[in-house]
């Protein structure tokens, strides 16, 4: 079955860095990756997407890049703000009828101001 | 109002006993998920169901039991807690077909004593 694992476990930023996490997926049959967010007391909620057709994909400060080959994507935070600070989960679909999601184990962000 | 609801939010019962955790939402969705957060492990999958009359075992479903009630309603029952039961659990839905979104519930905080 599909496998997600997802780096770094902690990231600490200064506000106005960049911020970068990794994920690599086993089944290279995924074709669905999607990017949660997770504040504190709260539920994951999607920030962005991805899907196997494209290489990248930008909305305003994120972005996410798929490289198919490598099995690998990443989620880009430019110009990082406090409000960013999260926990953040990568995920990968199983490609059969179903979409069953499979999730890497998340990356706590801290932005300091 | 929420779409995707759940009760209670916070649980605390004692071992042996059986609890009920309720999912409802007024997303229009088929497809709906029950996930446990466990520290460092990320979203577990324990049971999903397609729609009201089929309904299907995750990767972590021993110890539980699943209802779908109608399409908006989708309970998770632990028949006889156990402390290591003891975690976060959401309720997610999604439209059918690959790679669609899932949108989260807010979550059940359980502690099993």
């Known amino acids: 079955g599909e496998n997600v694992e997802q780096h770094p476990s902690t990231l600490s930023v200064q506000e106005g860095d960049s911020a970068v996490i990794k994920c690599t997926y086993s089944?290279?049959?995924?074709?669905?990756f999607p990017w949660y967010k997770q504040e504190l007391g709260k539920g994951p909620q999607l920030i962005i997407d991805?899907?196997?057709?494209?290489g990248e994909k930008k909305d305003q400060r994120i972005a996410v890049t798929l490289n198919k080959t490598a099995k690998h994507f990443s989620l880009h935070i430019t110009e990082t703000q406090p409000e960013d600070s999260a926990v953040y989960f990568c995920?990968?679909?199983?490609?059969?009828?179903?979409?069953?999601?499979?999730f890497g184990t998340g990356t706590r962000l801290l932005v300091s101001p | 109002d929420a779409d995707v609801t759940q009760t209670p939010r916070n649980r605390i019962t004692k071992t042996g006993k059986r609890i009920m955790l309720e999912c409802s939402q007024t997303?229009?969705?088929?497809?709906m998920y029950w996930y446990r957060q466990d520290p460092g492990l990320g979203l577990r999958l324990i049971y999903y169901?397609?729609?009201?009359?089929?309904?299907n075992k995750g990767e972590i479903s021993d110890g539980y039991s699943v209802s779908r009630q109608a399409q908006a309603k989708f309970s998770l029952s632990l028949e006889s807690a156990i402390p290591n039961q003891t975690a976060l659990y959401f309720c997610?839905?999604?439209?059918?077909?690959?790679?669609?979104?899932?949108?989260f519930g807010p979550g059940t905080r359980l502690l099993v004593l």
């Open positions: 997610a839905t999604s439209e059918s077909g690959q790679g669609g979104t899932q949108y």
């Open positions: 089944d290279s049959a995924s074709n669905y």
């Open positions: 991805i899907r196997s057709n494209v």
């Open positions: 995920a990968a679909n199983m490609n059969t009828g179903f979409q069953k999601l499979v």
């Open positions: 997303k229009g969705h088929d497809r």
């Open positions: 169901s397609f729609d009201v009359k089929d309904i």
